[in-house]
């Protein structure tokens, strides 16, 4: 098991939710990347270092984005989280 952390947009974003399901459905795939972070789909050009998650819910594609650090033990820190429309953007906007 990987440790989970979050960055604070991270964390504001899933305590925003409102939605019982949708917080399952999340809940469910922080559960899915701390038991197997690789599992993800590990990102490349300027976003290579972070994997994304793909969390399905209501007819609305959301996404996960996180990366791994193994030098300092088995911890994972999720960077963003939202809806896909235009969520590799505000991931980029975010990093610089």
């Known amino acids: 098991m990987y440790e989970l952390r979050f960055a604070p947009q991270a964390e504001k974003y899933f305590r925003k939710i409102k939605e019982k399901p949708l917080k399952q459905a999340?809940?469910?795939a922080l559960?899915?990347?701390?038991?197997?972070?690789?599992?993800g789909t590990a990102k490349v050009g300027d976003l290579s270092g972070f994997y994304g998650w793909d969390v399905y819910y209501a007819r609305t594609n959301y996404e996960i984005a996180y990366r791994?650090?193994?030098e300092e033990?088995?911890?994972v820190v999720v960077?963003?989280?939202?809806?896909r429309e235009n969520f590799y953007q505000e991931l980029k906007r975010y990093i610089k």
């Open 26 to 28: 999340f809940q469910n």
């Open 68 to 70: 791994i650090y193994e």
């Open 79 to 83: 960077v963003l989280a939202g809806t």
């Open 73 to 75: 033990g088995k911890l």
């Open 31 to 39: 559960k899915s990347i701390s038991e197997d972070p690789y599992a």
